[in-house]
């Protein structure tokens, strides 16, 4: 149980598109939702918090009009990366705690997406 | 603010090697512990934690103890195997239910056969 996906794994695009990352709660409701960013052979760096049905909370330095957060449901969260440059170019990986009160501190990871800006 | 500083690697270890991976963390309150792991490739995966003082998480033989007087929660397995070569992350979460989770700079593992 606690299976987290995302879609898609891979995506390249060209510099000032967009592209956006879906991240879904397979087989629980999730209270809430994160990204984060991980530069290679880094660790995680936390973007922002989402919870369903209200406006992402962002960390600082992370722009919220680059980095579109929507949580539309209990199970899915999307973000858009909007005018992607090079500098874009990281691993995106997603993560949701339970609503279930008991295990609401432990966060399930999605596999993460690999986005590439040319 | 709250930290967790964790040993530098890469490590690289025999098959049946002993293994310590060393997290120390400073935090307000009383945080949840956790170990995470990423296989190469892959997403994070919960390894194992620990919710207050002096629990001990285990999982796949791993065990890592709450030590709330020495701020640490190592990582330890008696016998590794070259299928535990990944990176492993501590990471902290606040003291109110479902907080955002402060991560270590990772530890790349190698386990040689």
């Known amino acids: 149980g606690a299976v987290v996906s995302q879609h898609p794994s891979r995506v390249i695009c060209k510099s000032g598109t967009s592209v956006k990352i879906e991240c879904r709660s397979l087989?629980?409701?999730?209270?809430?939702m994160f990204w984060y960013r991980q530069f290679p052979k880094q660790s995680l760096m936390l973007m922002a918090t989402?919870?369903?049905?209200?406006?992402?909370?962002?960390e600082q330095g992370v722009e919220k009009d680059k980095f579109l957060i929507n949580h539309a449901s209990l199970t899915l969260s999307t973000l858009t990366v909007t005018s992607a440059h090079p500098e874009d170019s990281s691993f995106y990986i997603c993560?949701?705690?339970?609503?279930?009160?008991?295990?609401?501190?432990?966060?399930?990871f999605g596999p993460g997406t690999r986005l590439t800006v040319l | 603010g709250n930290s967790v500083t964790q040993m530098e690697g890469p490590v690289t270890l025999s098959e049946e090697a002993f293994l310590t991976i060393n997290c120390t963390y400073t935090?307000?309150?009383?945080?949840?512990l956790f170990w995470y792991v990423q296989y190469p490739g892959e997403g994070l995966q919960l390894l194992l934690k620990?919710?207050?003082?002096?629990d001990k998480g285990s999982n796949k033989g791993f065990e890592a103890t709450y030590r709330k007087e020495t701020t640490s929660f190592h990582l330890e397995k008696g016998s590794v195997q070259v299928s535990d070569s990944a990176v492993y992350f501590c990471?902290?979460?606040?003291?109110?239910?479902?907080?955002?989770?402060?991560f270590g700079q990772g530890t790349r593992l190698t386990i040689n056969p």
């Open positions: 620990a919710t207050k003082a002096d």
């Open positions: 993560s949701a705690t339970l609503l279930d009160r008991a295990s609401t501190d432990t966060q399930y």
């Open positions: 990471a902290l979460s606040g003291n109110q239910g479902a907080q955002k989770l402060v």
């Open positions: 087989d629980f409701q999730a209270t809430t």
């Open positions: 989402s919870n369903e049905g209200s406006k992402a909370t962002y």
């Open positions: 935090a307000t309150g009383y945080p949840s």
